[in-house]
């Protein structure tokens, strides 16, 4: 019995060292070059100009006890982008290992089956959005108390103390409270809880009638707290924002028509976080990235793959059970998966959301725990022999591959975006009050809502107190509002109100990863000549560059959030440049030339040697500006769209003479 215990030990060893190996693998290999993206800046700005009470007003309007999980965040993890990813990283750890003790207490003498099922969730690809640290980490969080409070539960109805029982009990119904007050729309897994209850009496051979009425009573104490937490939320608590009201999470059941609406949504979204969200992801991600990031990812894929093979191959040879004898019926995790899909989708669906996965993957996540075991249940007990060892080995590189290329999306989108708010503090060195900033970055990493802009533009130049400096993105009808000046007020999250003055504009542009970004001027065509948005072309005209305050030091943004400042290449001498061409210093922008030329860097985008031509024409240095002129001429599509646009134009611009420049450049 003791070398029985001691083969069931090294097995549980093995199999939480393999768990916490492949989470790190999957999650873990390039937090160091993650950073903040989307809804984290109006978070980031919030904690910093207005501290805990900015945070708290955030969500007071939803959920109020996210605000305070937030306002202890905030105190230990600070601004650092890596001090976020590593502690969701954790969160992901501590959820993969309440996984696995969770199948491991349902099913304890199915070993293989249990840890591959935990590995088919760890690398689950329908959710890969964990980069985003900041703003998931309340949904992570949530989920990892929710698969604690169940595990908890299961071992609560199965110790044989009554103080064991007693102390499951309390800490389960603990975060049960805990996770439905953080993301309601998990209340689902209430659901699941009393499907969980049910399978164990099921198990200990229970008939229905009194497996019914030991499931009920069992589960009270999660359902006295998860009926207080209805009435509190129906009938004391007015949420303000849609998504989250309780007329919006249960509007869905007022027909028939929306009954089966819901119905079909669940069917829909039972294929898609099943099948489709093993083979769509990973389709997206593998058809758009560098071959070398695809090879390491299939290498983490692969490598995975080969720790379950050793794995299995080991725990098999100790225990002396083979394959068949373990998985000889595994249908019970095939129902039980496809039903708590089911139910844990129903809520999203009711509040008019539903997986898809351009952007909606997170309304995948709150259904991973029955995924996992419908995948496990689909690949144990539907298939046999080589063809389930193939599916798996699918599975674990598909979830790895999906996990690891949208790392790397993530960490390349923040290479440009911290790249292109540290040439901003390179190109202006203060920005008048009110003024509002447009923003176009490349086309894979564009923006998508507005407190992209303002939050980290008003980190960098008014960190603490009143939001200086609105911001907008690119959207059709914004030429509308430049050409009549518009102003607007925007409201967000019922907490902070943006007012925007398309009298005021600067308009920043970046048209690829390779080229500088280009602060705008309306006077001159040539910085976005080679723009490969025809919107951000016709609206150049509108931004003014007088509202940069050329004469103020250079802003610094802070290291916490934006990291050291980036090495200085083309694009910082570009930058100064440019800042020197607004000021008509033009023997400043030669000097900064000759500088760029001794560190041997060049531009991609040739229009960017503009100022530096015009520099050698405004000091009547001819030969210095036709060497310039060559390097444009020689792209000869750049070259004629600038010539065509210098011809249109006849006015002189006050600094320097357009005749010459024309005529340098466009005349041989």
Known sequence: MNSSKTVSRRESFLAILLVVFTTLITYGTQIAQLGFYRDDWYLLWAAKSKGAEGILSLFQGDRPFVGWLYVFDFSVMGLSPLAWHVYVLCIKIASALAFFWLVRSLWPNRKIVTLFVTLLFVVYPGFYQQPNALTYKQLLLAYTASLLSLALTVNAVKAQKI????????????????YIIIYEALVGMEVVRLLLLWLLFLQQGKNWKENI????????????????FVYWRIFMFDSTRKATSVEGLIGGFTSLRGILGLLIEGGKDLLETTIFAWTVPFYQFSNQVEYRDLLEALGLGFLVVAAGAAYYFLVQKQLKAGDGAEVESSRDLLILGAITIFVTTLPIIAAGRNVNFWGWDRYSYQSVLGVALFMGGLVFYVFKGRMRWILLSFLLVSGVLTQFLSATYYRDFWKVEREAWWQLSWRAPEIEDGTTLVVALPGGYGLAEEYEVWGPVNLIYQP?????????????QIWVDLLLRSQEQRLVRDTFTIQRDYGKVIILSQSSPKTCLHVLDGKRFDQAVNEARTDVRFIAQYSNVDLIDTSAPQVIPPADVFGEEPSHNWCYYYQKMDLARQMNDWQLVVDLAHKAKSHETAPSDVSEWMPVLEAYVYLNDVEHAKQIAQLIRDDKYSHTK?????????????GYDRVSVYETLCKK
Request: glycine fraction near 4%; aromatic fraction near 10%; include cysteine.
């Open 642 to 654: 600038m010539c065509t646009q210098y011809r249109s134009i006849k006015e002189q611009p006050a």
């Open 213 to 228: 009425r030991l499931s009920l009573v069992n589960a009270v104490p999660y359902l006295i707290f998860a009926l207080a």
């Open 464 to 476: 603490v107190g009143a939001l200086r400096l609105p911001g907008q993105i690119m959207f059709d």
């Open 163 to 178: 103080a064991h029982k007693a102390v499951f009990t309390l800490l389960a119904v603990i975060l049960s409270a805990f």
